[in-house]
């Protein structure tokens, strides 16, 4: 079983900066790519970006320009910088790995439990 544990969330004012990241933990499994993804209250759950081991990215278009996704692979680690926030940004943040079993080649995908990001107009 692989564990993800989301830190860096907070309250700021629009136009701030913040960063997230996403510590996996886990023994004999192989991480390919890992993503975010957020959730607003009474709205579903939507991908912000993903990166592979490459790495490539890929970004939603309401944060390209603006969120960064990154990796370090030797730590099973993802982060996500977020520059000019908005309000619109709001959400609960939430980190996925997807990869497989080393000694099976079993598929598996994990999510962390959330870090709340709120940004005030």
């Known amino acids: 079983q692989v564990q993800l544990v989301e830190s860096g969330g907070g309250l700021v004012q629009a136009g701030e900066s913040l960063r997230l990241s996403c510590a996996a933990s886990?023994?004999?499994?192989?991480?390919?790519?890992m993503a975010w993804y957020r959730q607003a209250p009474g709205k579903q759950r939507e991908l912000v970006a993903t990166?592979?081991?490459?790495?490539?990215?890929n970004y939603a278009d309401s944060v390209k320009g603006r969120f960064t996704i990154s990796r370090d692979n030797a730590k099973n680690t993802v982060y996500l910088q977020m520059n000019s926030l908005k309000p619109e940004d709001t959400a609960r943040y939430y980190c996925?790995?997807?990869?497989?079993?080393?000694?099976?080649?079993?598929?598996?995908?994990?999510w962390g439990q959330g870090a709340q990001v709120t940004v005030s107009s």
């Open positions: 990166i592979t081991r490459l790495p490539s990215t």
């Open positions: 996925r790995a997807d990869g497989y079993r080393e000694s099976s080649f079993e598929p598996f995908n994990s």
């Open positions: 886990g023994d004999g499994f192989r991480i390919n790519t």
